[in-house]
């Protein structure tokens, strides 16, 4: 998520430019060992809460779905948001159907 933020976070990776997999390895350990606070700073606490939930999962085990929408849906409405279902890409002009596919 810091990548996000500030792309030059990951600019010190030691692996030479051409060898992607090397770099997927160096950027993979630093997420790894970044704390998750730090990971999720900026977002709603909602996010840190469902990668913890995730990451307490036995390898076989369900997430608990209606955990993670009831926090989502609270911190939403924390930030005076509702769930009315307008996007912000609804009030957009939709092309003209075509040969019945769109």
Do not use: S
Request: with cysteine; hydrophobic share 40%; glycine share 6%.
């Amino acid at each position: 998520w810091q990548a996000l933020e500030d792309p030059t976070t990951i600019d010190g990776l030691k692996a030479a430019p051409r060898d992607r997999q090397a770099q997927l390895r160096q950027i993979e350990a630093m997420k790894a060992d970044t704390p998750l606070d730090a990971l999720c700073r900026g977002l709603p606490p909602a996010i840190a809460q469902i990668i913890r939930h995730g990451r307490e999962l036995e390898y076989a085990e369900a997430p608990d779905y209606g955990m993670c929408r009831d926090l989502l849906l609270e911190d939403m409405r924390a930030a005076g948001h509702a769930m009315d279902f307008a996007y912000d890409w609804g009030n957009k002009v939709l092309p003209k159907r075509r040969f019945g596919m769109f």
